[in-house]
Nanobody, 123 residues
């Protein structure tokens, strides 16, 4: 089973940038759906960005569409989340997930999750 491992979280200032990396273990995930979700304390996990498969148009949550970018590096079998123009409300634990074939954008559509990485944005 593919087990994603996230890296790159930390502290950023508002209007700053951070980049998260996700390196799924084991086999190539070129044809798999890869997604990023986040969860702030006291809230439900929400979808941030989804790449249905390599080369497909990505999906983004409306509040992040113009600020976040999901990128794949097939050679490195790594998926990135580039976050720009960060806001304090982006503070959350960010999770990478895979689902095999694309089944949807919601967190419930993904099967294998990483442990998460904390992102904290100060005002």
């Amino acid at each position: 089973q593919v087990q994603p491992v996230e890296t790159g979280g930390g502290l950023a200032q508002a209007r700053g940038s951070l980049s998260l990396s996700c390196a799924p273990s084991a086999r190539s995930v070129r044809g798999d759906a890869m997604g990023w979700s986040r969860q702030a304390p006291g809230t439900e996990r929400e979808s941030v960005a989804v790449s249905p498969w390599s080369g497909a148009t990505a999906y983004y949550a409306d509040s992040m569409k113009d600020r976040f970018t999901i990128l794949r590096d097939n050679a490195a079998n790594t998926v990135y989340l580039q976050m720009n123009s960060l806001k304090p409300e982006d503070t959350a634990v960010y999770y990478c997930a895979t689902s095999g074939a694309f089944r949807g954008q919601a967190p419930a559509d993904f099967r294998s999750w990483g442990q998460g990485t904390q992102v904290t944005v100060s005002s």
